[in-house]
């Protein structure tokens, strides 16, 4: 799993990944800190899947949502979305919306002025 991370923060140039904070991630998140090549981001979701994906239903309804139209994934995670929450799979149903949650936060930025 923690190869996957790595190889995918990689390919997609990312210096930040968003990882579900639970006791089984803890050790995961703790690597990737001391390793510095990533900067994971521990999500602590909040509620049930299902109440964390309606609050974000009016994002995604407004159009705010934008996917690529060629991801080799795409059709995977339209069939679990459009099925959620009576498909077989949620996670990345659940990554979206804890996405959603985690990008609308309002986050402090440093502007740094050098003379």
Do not use: C, M, N
């Not at 210096?15 to 900067?39: F, T």
């Not at 964390?52 to 407004?62: D, M």
């Not at 996917?67 to 994934?73: E, G, K, N, Q, V």
């Amino acid at each position: 799993f923690r190869r996957r991370i790595v190889a995918h923060a990689k390919i997609y140039s990312t210096k930040a990944v968003l990882i579900e904070d639970a006791s089984s991630r803890a050790p995961l998140i703790q690597d990737l800190r001391r390793e510095g090549r990533i900067r994971p981001i521990a999500i602590r979701p909040d509620g049930e899947k299902i109440v964390r994906l309606e609050a974000q239903s009016a994002v995604i309804e407004a159009g705010h949502v934008l996917l690529p139209s060629l991801a080799p994934w795409l059709d995977d995670f339209l069939l679990e979305v459009l099925a959620f929450p009576h498909g077989r799979f949620d996670d990345q149903v659940d990554s979206l919306s804890q996405f959603l949650a985690w990008a609308a936060k309002p986050r402090t930025r440093f502007h740094i002025a050098v003379f």
